[in-house]
């Protein structure tokens, strides 16, 4: 499974972005997508993903501003992002999980900046 990112940039606080993550490959083994993110100095943290089975789960800081989606037909699944702030700044990644213990898969990350 190869997963392709994009849509970062810079904005000011309060603005919105979405991003994009196009799944290409074996995309029925994956059992979930989302996005993580990493900001300077800080662990990597899931920000939001989506099951198979429509499911969403989200990041608490996040909840009401941040939503995912999928397009099946697309293969893509999306990261709108809404009244962002500078503490989401950092650098996203696309992750795809399997059924397989420790089989997973990783975009290339995009960059996020929010300026204050």
């Known amino acids: 499974v190869q997963l392709q990112a994009s849509g970062g940039g810079l904005v000011q606080a309060g603005e919105s972005l979405r991003l994009s993550c196009v799944a290409s490959?074996?995309?029925?083994?994956?059992?979930?997508i989302g996005w993580y993110r990493q900001a300077p100095g800080k662990q990597r943290e899931l920000v939001a993903d989506v099951n198979s089975g429509g499911y969403t789960n989200y990041l608490d800081s996040v909840k009401g501003r941040f939503t995912i989606s999928r397009d099946n037909a697309k293969n893509t699944v999306y990261l709108q992002m809404n009244s962002l702030k500078p503490e989401d700044t950092g650098v996203y990644y696309c992750?795809?999980?399997?059924?397989?213990?420790?089989?997973?898969?990783w975009g290339q990350g995009t960059l996020v900046t929010v300026s204050s």
């Open positions: 992750h795809g999980a399997t059924s397989v213990v420790g089989r997973e898969y």
């Open positions: 490959g074996n995309v029925f083994s994956l059992q979930a």
